[in-house]
Nanobody, 115 residues
Framework: QVQLVESGGGLVQAGGSLRLSCTAS????????MGWYHQAPGKQRESVAI???????NYADSVKGRFTISRDNAKNTVYLQMSSLKPEDTGVYYC?????????WGQGTQVTVSS
């Protein structure tokens, strides 16, 4: 019912920056929480950053101070500004949204950080 589409991934050198975007479409009523999850090759998906509809944020310790999550409710879009990227940041980044107790996932966007 709600579709999430990520964009902005790519190849970047260590120390560089990327800005990921995720736009929700479909039956948008009121998205409560949006977040970004990272899945490194061969590892489980883990939370990177989340943001509530009121702007409260939480970050994984590994990205705190380097990544910034934000959202534009008018555009139903969440962003992840990634700076000082490290090779261990490499992997697929998935957008997540919660609306009325339902959980939605995007298809993921690949981020590759070269050393």
């Amino acid at each position: 019912q709600v579709q999430l589409v990520e964009s902005g991934g790519g190849l970047v050198q260590a120390g560089g920056s990327l800005r990921l975007s995720c736009t929700a479409s479909g039956s948008i009523l009121s998205i409560d929480t949006m977040g970004w999850y990272h899945q490194a090759p061969g590892k489980q998906r883990e939370s990177v950053a989340i943001i509530t509809m009121f702007g409260s944020t939480n970050y994984a310790d590994s990205v705190k101070g380097r990544f910034t999550i934000s959202r534009d409710n008018a555009k139903n879009t969440v962003y992840l500004q990634m700076s000082s990227l490290k090779p261990e940041d490499t992997g697929v980044y998935y957008c997540n949204a919660i609306q009325r107790r339902s959980n939605y996932w995007g298809q993921g966007t690949q981020v590759t950080v070269s050393s």
